[in-house]
Protein backbone atom coordinates (compact mmCIF):
# COMPACT_ATOMS: atom_id res chain seq x y z
CA UNK A 1 0.00 0.00 0.00
CA UNK A 2 2.53 2.42 0.96
CA UNK A 3 4.79 1.67 -1.75
CA UNK A 4 1.60 2.44 -4.31
CA UNK A 5 1.34 5.76 -3.07
CA UNK A 6 4.69 6.60 -3.28
CA UNK A 7 4.46 5.71 -7.01
CA UNK A 8 1.88 7.15 -7.58
CA UNK A 9 3.23 11.00 -6.22
CA UNK A 10 6.45 10.27 -8.37
CA UNK A 11 3.86 9.49 -11.58
CA UNK A 12 1.70 13.07 -10.99
CA UNK A 13 5.71 14.77 -10.26
CA UNK A 14 6.62 13.43 -13.65
CA UNK A 15 3.67 14.54 -15.28
CA UNK A 16 2.98 17.81 -14.36
CA UNK A 17 0.90 19.39 -17.66
CA UNK A 18 -1.38 16.30 -17.28
CA UNK A 19 -1.82 17.20 -13.48
CA UNK A 20 -2.36 20.80 -14.03
CA UNK A 21 -4.85 19.63 -17.04
CA UNK A 22 -6.75 17.52 -14.45
CA UNK A 23 -6.85 20.32 -11.69
CA UNK A 24 -7.93 23.20 -14.35
CA UNK A 25 -11.22 20.72 -15.88
CA UNK A 26 -12.04 20.05 -12.03
CA UNK A 27 -11.95 24.01 -11.69
CA UNK A 28 -14.29 24.89 -14.35
CA UNK A 29 -16.80 21.86 -13.66
CA UNK A 30 -17.09 23.13 -9.69
CA UNK A 31 -17.40 27.02 -10.95
CA UNK A 32 -19.83 26.14 -13.61
CA UNK A 33 -22.29 24.16 -10.94
CA UNK A 34 -21.94 27.28 -9.25
CA UNK A 35 -22.64 29.59 -11.78
CA UNK A 36 -25.95 27.47 -12.17
CA UNK A 37 -26.57 27.99 -8.60
CA UNK A 38 -26.17 31.76 -8.40
CA UNK A 39 -23.27 31.34 -5.82
CA UNK A 40 -20.69 32.91 -7.74
CA UNK A 41 -19.14 36.42 -6.70
CA UNK A 42 -21.33 39.31 -8.17
CA UNK A 43 -17.85 41.24 -10.83
CA UNK A 44 -20.17 44.81 -10.53
CA UNK A 45 -19.50 44.84 -7.02
CA UNK A 46 -16.45 45.65 -5.34
CA UNK A 47 -15.82 45.14 -1.71
CA UNK A 48 -14.09 48.62 -1.89
CA UNK A 49 -17.26 50.54 -3.16
CA UNK A 50 -19.65 48.74 -0.73
CA UNK A 51 -17.66 50.15 2.35
CA UNK A 52 -17.45 53.42 0.80
CA UNK A 53 -21.32 54.05 0.54
CA UNK A 54 -21.64 52.29 4.26
CA UNK A 55 -19.14 54.89 5.95
CA UNK A 56 -20.58 57.64 4.08
CA UNK A 57 -24.37 56.67 4.79
CA UNK A 58 -24.96 56.79 0.94
CA UNK A 59 -25.14 54.12 -1.78
CA UNK A 60 -25.15 54.73 -5.53
CA UNK A 61 -27.48 57.47 -7.04
CA UNK A 62 -31.34 56.70 -7.33
CA UNK A 63 -33.76 57.96 -9.43
CA UNK A 64 -36.36 60.64 -8.57
CA UNK A 65 -39.80 59.39 -8.44
CA UNK A 66 -41.46 61.76 -6.33
CA UNK A 67 -41.81 65.14 -4.53
CA UNK A 68 -39.92 65.12 -0.60
CA UNK A 69 -40.54 67.05 2.20
CA UNK A 70 -36.79 68.03 3.58
CA UNK A 71 -36.05 66.42 7.54
CA UNK A 72 -32.28 67.48 7.72
CA UNK A 73 -30.16 70.01 6.40
CA UNK A 74 -26.05 69.19 7.18
CA UNK A 75 -23.04 71.11 5.89
CA UNK A 76 -20.06 69.79 7.00
CA UNK A 77 -17.50 72.07 5.94
CA UNK A 78 -19.07 74.38 8.44
CA UNK A 79 -20.12 71.41 10.65
CA UNK A 80 -24.26 72.18 10.27
CA UNK A 81 -26.61 69.34 11.10
CA UNK A 82 -29.65 70.14 11.87
CA UNK A 83 -33.54 68.94 11.34
CA UNK A 84 -36.34 70.59 9.11
CA UNK A 85 -39.82 70.86 10.08
CA UNK A 86 -41.87 71.47 7.25
CA UNK A 87 -45.24 74.20 8.93
CA UNK A 88 -48.30 73.41 6.53
CA UNK A 89 -48.81 76.97 6.99
CA UNK A 90 -47.26 80.65 6.18
CA UNK A 91 -49.25 81.94 9.08
CA UNK A 92 -46.32 83.95 10.64
CA UNK A 93 -46.99 82.72 14.47
CA UNK A 94 -46.55 79.28 13.01
CA UNK A 95 -43.39 79.67 11.68
CA UNK A 96 -41.83 81.24 14.54
CA UNK A 97 -42.77 78.24 16.71
CA UNK A 98 -41.55 76.21 14.18
CA UNK A 99 -38.27 77.80 14.23
CA UNK A 100 -37.94 76.89 17.85
CA UNK A 101 -37.55 73.12 16.67
CA UNK A 102 -34.69 73.78 13.99
CA UNK A 103 -34.50 74.70 10.58
CA UNK A 104 -37.89 75.39 8.29
CA UNK A 105 -38.73 75.06 4.83
CA UNK A 106 -41.14 77.75 3.81
CA UNK A 107 -44.24 76.11 3.49
CA UNK A 108 -44.93 78.10 -0.51
CA UNK A 109 -41.06 76.74 -1.60
CA UNK A 110 -40.17 73.87 -3.81
CA UNK A 111 -40.30 70.29 -2.28
CA UNK A 112 -37.17 67.92 -3.13
CA UNK A 113 -36.94 65.80 -6.53
CA UNK A 114 -38.80 68.43 -8.53
CA UNK A 115 -37.80 71.32 -10.20
CA UNK A 116 -37.77 74.56 -8.32
CA UNK A 117 -36.26 76.17 -4.91
CA UNK A 118 -36.68 74.67 -1.73
CA UNK A 119 -36.14 77.51 0.69
CA UNK A 120 -34.94 76.43 4.28
CA UNK A 121 -34.68 79.23 7.28
CA UNK A 122 -32.90 79.20 10.26
CA UNK A 123 -31.95 81.48 13.33
CA UNK A 124 -28.79 82.82 13.41
CA UNK A 125 -27.21 84.62 16.81
CA UNK A 126 -23.81 85.78 17.08
CA UNK A 127 -24.28 86.83 21.48
CA UNK A 128 -21.91 86.06 23.24
CA UNK A 129 -24.61 84.16 25.17
CA UNK A 130 -27.61 82.81 24.33
CA UNK A 131 -30.48 81.04 26.58
CA UNK A 132 -31.99 79.35 23.78
CA UNK A 133 -29.88 77.08 21.20
CA UNK A 134 -32.08 77.15 18.64
CA UNK A 135 -31.13 81.06 17.91
CA UNK A 136 -27.94 79.48 16.57
CA UNK A 137 -29.63 77.25 14.01
CA UNK A 138 -27.76 78.76 10.90
CA UNK A 139 -24.92 80.26 12.34
CA UNK A 140 -22.00 80.78 10.25
CA UNK A 141 -23.69 79.74 7.04
CA UNK A 142 -22.31 82.81 5.50
CA UNK A 143 -18.78 81.03 6.10
CA UNK A 144 -20.27 78.33 3.11
CA UNK A 145 -17.81 78.63 -0.14
CA UNK A 146 -18.27 78.22 -3.76
CA UNK A 147 -18.33 74.81 -4.62
CA UNK A 148 -18.66 72.98 -1.40
CA UNK A 149 -21.75 70.77 -0.55
CA UNK A 150 -24.97 70.75 1.50
CA UNK A 151 -26.91 67.98 1.81
CA UNK A 152 -30.87 67.91 3.04
CA UNK A 153 -32.29 64.46 3.02
CA UNK A 154 -35.70 63.00 3.38
CA UNK A 155 -36.69 60.17 5.56
CA UNK A 156 -34.82 57.57 2.69
CA UNK A 157 -33.00 59.96 0.04
CA UNK A 158 -29.52 62.44 0.09
CA UNK A 159 -29.91 65.24 -1.93
CA UNK A 160 -26.48 67.44 -2.58
CA UNK A 161 -26.32 70.86 -3.63
CA UNK A 162 -23.11 72.62 -4.25
CA UNK A 163 -22.91 76.17 -2.96
CA UNK A 164 -22.64 78.63 -5.87
CA UNK A 165 -23.21 81.74 -4.15
CA UNK A 166 -23.33 83.95 -0.54
CA UNK A 167 -24.35 87.30 -0.20
CA UNK A 168 -25.91 89.66 2.55
CA UNK A 169 -29.89 90.71 1.35
CA UNK A 170 -29.97 94.26 2.86
CA UNK A 171 -32.87 94.83 5.76
CA UNK A 172 -35.12 96.68 2.41
CA UNK A 173 -34.94 94.19 0.59
CA UNK A 174 -37.94 92.06 0.90
CA UNK A 175 -37.66 89.35 -2.47
CA UNK A 176 -35.35 85.98 -2.17
CA UNK A 177 -35.64 84.98 -5.79
CA UNK A 178 -36.58 81.32 -6.44
CA UNK A 179 -35.95 79.83 -9.45
CA UNK A 180 -37.97 77.29 -10.97
CA UNK A 181 -35.97 76.04 -14.12
CA UNK A 182 -33.92 73.28 -12.30
CA UNK A 183 -33.36 71.63 -8.88
CA UNK A 184 -31.90 74.92 -6.51
CA UNK A 185 -31.29 74.90 -2.72
CA UNK A 186 -31.61 78.80 -0.67
CA UNK A 187 -30.44 78.87 3.22
CA UNK A 188 -31.78 82.13 4.78
CA UNK A 189 -30.90 83.28 7.96
CA UNK A 190 -33.46 85.52 10.28
CA UNK A 191 -34.25 86.67 13.15
CA UNK A 192 -37.92 86.70 12.78
CA UNK A 193 -40.41 86.07 9.83
CA UNK A 194 -42.38 89.32 11.04
CA UNK A 195 -39.36 91.51 10.83
CA UNK A 196 -37.13 93.01 8.06
CA UNK A 197 -33.47 92.42 9.08
CA UNK A 198 -30.42 91.51 6.91
CA UNK A 199 -30.16 88.00 6.62
CA UNK A 200 -27.25 85.86 4.69
CA UNK A 201 -28.35 84.27 1.46
CA UNK A 202 -26.95 80.73 0.30
CA UNK A 203 -28.09 79.65 -3.48
CA UNK A 204 -26.54 76.28 -3.94
CA UNK A 205 -27.71 73.82 -7.83
CA UNK A 206 -28.36 70.50 -6.90
CA UNK A 207 -25.96 68.18 -8.35
CA UNK A 208 -27.59 64.47 -7.14
CA UNK A 209 -29.48 62.30 -5.27
CA UNK A 210 -28.76 59.20 -3.18
CA UNK A 211 -30.47 56.50 -1.47
CA UNK A 212 -29.73 55.91 2.49
CA UNK A 213 -28.22 52.48 3.31
CA UNK A 214 -30.40 50.59 5.28
Known amino acids: MMTHQRGALVEVGEHPSAFALAFAVIFLILFGALYLLGATPDASTSVGSTL ?3 SSGTSTPTNLNSPEVPVRVV ?3 ISLDVAVTNPATTDVDTLNEALT ?3 VRYPSSALLGVDGTVLIFGHSSYLPVVYHQYYKTFDGIQNLKEGEMVSVYSSD ?4 YAVVGVKVVDANEDIINLP ?6 TLVTCDSFALKTNRFVVEADFVGAYALVQ
Open 52 to 54: AAQ
Open 75 to 77: ARD
Open 101 to 103: LGA
Open 157 to 160: TEYR
Open 180 to 185: SDAMHL
